[in-house]
């Protein structure tokens, strides 16, 4: 079965410390991972996604075949990161994503 | 740059009246879905459509329908709004699946903020 578990829903920090957001899947074969924000009044945005091996907004992530996990970290966190995480995955329908059920992600002053 | 345009922000409904949500993309894009967003569920896929006319269920299809006449355009529909379908609707759009076309992201609208009274 397909699925991506997020299993924190809240991930409180202070300002300037590192922040790890935990995604795993499950899936066989080559998955396809995203990850995507939601800030406050905004609409979902992708962030990155795994196979450009990019760094976005001083977020970076590696997939981990071997833990089958996705997590989303940051150095240093700043107070606009402060939003609503989603891990996706990408099915075996290339047309369906797996939705994680989200960490929202308060950075405090 | 994809434009994903969803009707309505917010919108507000009476118990039993059939409601339209309607998204509209402007990337020519193949895929068209519609979830719903709920505090502490995530997102979850509603339906989605690969093509004109082309449907298929995602996993809580009960209680809608869609509508796909037109490539850009994908329309849901609840035939007999009830309160437990207070929510948050969301519309994207992606490229289709071709082999050649790995790491293409779904782009997603504003969202329709939805309550049934």
């Known amino acids: 079965a397909q699925r991506v578990t997020q299993p924190e829903k809240l991930l409180s920090v202070f300002k300037g410390a590192p922040v790890e957001l935990k995604c795993n899947y499950s899936?066989?074969?080559?998955?396809?991972l995203f990850w995507y924000v939601q800030y406050s009044r905004q609409r979902l945005q992708l962030l990155l996604r795994?196979?450009s091996r990019e760094s976005i907004k001083g977020f970076t992530a590696d997939l981990n075949k071997g833990e089958t996990s996705f997590h989303l970290k940051k150095p240093f966190a700043q107070e606009e990161d402060s939003a609503m995480y989603y891990c996706?995955?990408?099915?075996?329908?290339?047309?369906?994503?797996?939705f994680g059920s989200g960490t929202k992600l308060n950075v405090k002053p | 740059d994809v434009k994903v345009t969803q009707s309505s922000r917010y919108l507000v409904k009476r118990t039993g009246e059939k409601v339209f949500l309607e998204c509209v993309q402007d990337?020519?894009?193949?895929?068209m879905f519609w979830y719903r967003q709920d505090p502490g569920l995530g997102l979850r896929l509603i339906y989605f459509?690969?093509?004109?006319?082309?449907?298929e269920k995602g996993d809580i299809p009960e209680g809608y329908s869609v509508s796909r006449e037109k490539k850009e355009r994908f329309s849901l529909i609840l035939e007999s709004a009830s309160t437990n379908q207070t929510s948050m609707y969301l519309c994207?759009?992606?490229?289709?699946?071709?082999?050649?076309?790995?790491?293409?992201?779904?782009?997603f609208g504003d969202g329709t903020r939805l309550s049934i009274l």
């Open positions: 899936y066989s074969g080559s998955p396809e």
């Open positions: 459509s690969y093509d004109v006319k082309m449907k």
């Open positions: 795994h196979i």
């Open positions: 990337m020519d894009h193949e895929n």
């Open positions: 996706a995955l990408k099915g075996y329908n290339f047309n369906k994503f797996y």
């Open positions: 994207a759009s992606s490229l289709g699946a071709d082999a050649g076309r790995s790491g293409q992201p779904q782009h």
